[in-house]
């Protein structure tokens, strides 16, 4: 099984809202990703999880605040956005076995902020 | 950084048509992903080639790390493979964290 799932589908929050996205997978992967995808655009790269610890922090503002409860989960918290925050979030999970370091991608959350 | 370019950026084609996709690197890498994304926006996996070169039914991939490229080849397109096709690659001297920079990618349009 390689999927990653992710809730919710879609979220529409005003820039005064706190809300969370969710991410999990069951792959006994050890990395998870958060990327942000604009509309025509590829993805961005905004934080890297390795063995439940941040690893990569792209220099995201820190109305994101991302959480990785345990090895299974991953979290993105928002707050104060902006409308230009609306876009696709995506999250990814891969080995860190050295076995592969092929990432699989949930299927997004596409976020709308009024 | 490492640029990722990828070309045609945009593509129409028939039903049954073959076309070739390209993605050309700035720097070496670690790895290479090629992806489908649908229209829903969901991120396929097709290969996942640091080099040589894999076959999956219609669809065939090629790297060729020492030159800096990497070639998708699909065959008798069907309308289902419309979307955009990413290809993304783990720069080389990256630490290790497998992070993935995307091309610009290629918009593929198969009519019936």
């Known amino acids: 099984d390689t999927e990653v799932t992710q809730t919710p589908k879609h979220l529409v929050m005003g820039m005064t809202n706190k809300k969370s996205l969710k991410c999990e997978q069951h792959?006994?992967?050890?990395?998870m990703y958060w990327y942000k995808q604009k509309a025509k655009k590829p993805p961005e790269l905004m934080f890297v999880?390795?063995?439940?610890?941040?690893?990569i922090n792209e220099s995201v503002p820190s109305r994101f605040s991302p959480e990785c409860p345990n090895s299974s989960l991953l979290n993105l918290h928002l707050h104060a956005l902006q409308p230009e925050d609306s876009a696709l979030y995506l999250c990814?999970?891969?080995?860190?076995?050295?076995?592969?370091?092929?990432?699989?991608f949930g299927p997004g959350t596409r976020l709308t902020v009024t | 950084g490492i640029q990722v370019e990828q070309s045609p950026p945009d593509l129409i084609l028939q039903e049954g048509a073959n076309s070739t996709l390209r993605c050309n690197f700035s720097?070496?890498?670690?790895?290479l992903q090629w992806f489908h994304q649908n229209p829903w926006g969901q991120l396929i996996n097709l290969f996942y080639?640091?080099?040589g070169t894999k076959q999956n039914g219609r669809l065939s991939a090629t790297t060729v790390a020492t030159e800096r490229y990497s070639l998708l080849y699909i065959s008798s397109s069907q309308t289902t493979d419309s979307g955009v096709y990413f290809c993304?690659?783990?720069?080389?001297?990256?630490?290790?964290?497998?992070?993935?920079?995307f091309g610009t990618g290629t918009r593929l349009l198969v009519s019936p």
């Open positions: 999880y390795s063995y439940e610890k941040l690893s």
């Open positions: 990814a999970s891969s080995p860190r076995d050295g076995s592969s370091y092929e990432q699989y």
């Open positions: 792959m006994g992967h050890r990395a």
């Open positions: 720097d070496s890498v670690n790895n």
């Open positions: 080639i640091p080099s």
């Open positions: 993304a690659v783990e720069p080389g001297m990256n630490t290790g964290f497998q992070k993935l920079v």
